[in-house]
């Protein structure tokens, strides 16, 4: 063979130039993520996500993995969020790949678990608020009057991460509870998208103690006793029938 007859085999080389590199977009558009390889023979190029879930294309069609260089996103979810894997290979090895970050961005959101909330006097008690948000939001309480409430020996926040990252667990326990301290109380949320608060409501109901609630349980016991005798009075004998 001679040397004009031989070919040179190339492993695959992803060109970042013409690649796209980590990108940040706004929920609800569109986008398309593009990974440029050459080598010899021509590197096929597939897509995979990082963590290996599928791959949303649209709303009717989710994928494992995608072929081709260009990887179209549309009307991307903050369930889109994370980091996308080109693979470049032409059988010559090694193949190659190339780690792209999709972010997504969104305001705030808030869902309350319990919007009313009772204690007694004297007891402490916790407040929850979950949000969402990217980027990260500022995230603190505030009493009606809008002012934001700070770590005391009365008050204890926290902001616990959630899985996905952009999801927290807001608290505030309160300690102590005296009659100033029922009213309404906010839980708030800002980023540079946007912002958002929910409301919860402290109110007050007298704890009963351990003998009200045994004589409660016992007076039900009771009529439930009375209710089937009535039914099947043949069913039950009489206390005096024991005897």
């Not at 063979?1 to 970042?16: F, G, K």
């Amino acid at each position: 063979m001679s040397r004009s007859d031989s070919t040179i085999n190339l492993p695959p080389n992803i060109d970042d130039s013409l690649s796209s590199s980590d990108v940040i977009v706004r929920e609800g558009t569109n986008e398309t993520l593009t990974c440029k390889a050459t080598g010899f023979p021509t590197p096929s190029v597939k897509w995979k996500r990082d963590d290996n879930s599928k791959i949303t294309i649209n709303r009717t069609l989710q994928v494992a993995e995608w072929e081709g260089e260009k990887l179209e996103l549309t009307k991307i979810s903050r369930l889109d969020m994370g980091a996308y894997l080109c693979i470049a290979s032409n059988g010559v090895p090694p193949s190659v790949s190339k780690r792209i970050k999709l972010s997504v961005d969104f305001p705030p959101m808030l869902w309350i678990p319990h919007q009313l909330v009772g204690a007694p006097l004297a007891y402490s008690v916790t407040l929850e608020c979950f949000t969402e948000a990217h980027p990260s939001s500022l995230n603190y309480w505030t009493r009606e009057d809008g002012q934001m409430i700070h770590d005391s020996s009365k008050y204890r926040a926290e902001n616990i991460p959630g899985n996905p990252s952009y999801k927290t667990h807001m608290t505030l326990t309160i300690n102590n509870i005296q009659q100033s301290d029922y009213g309404t109380y906010k839980c708030m949320a800002k980023n540079p998208r946007g912002e958002t608060d929910g409301i919860i409501r402290l109110y007050t109901y007298e704890k009963s103690s351990a003998l009200d609630e045994f004589k409660k349980a016992a007076n039900r016991s009771f009529g439930q006793l009375l209710r089937f005798r009535k039914k099947f009075p043949k069913a039950v004998p009489a206390a005096n029938a024991l005897q």
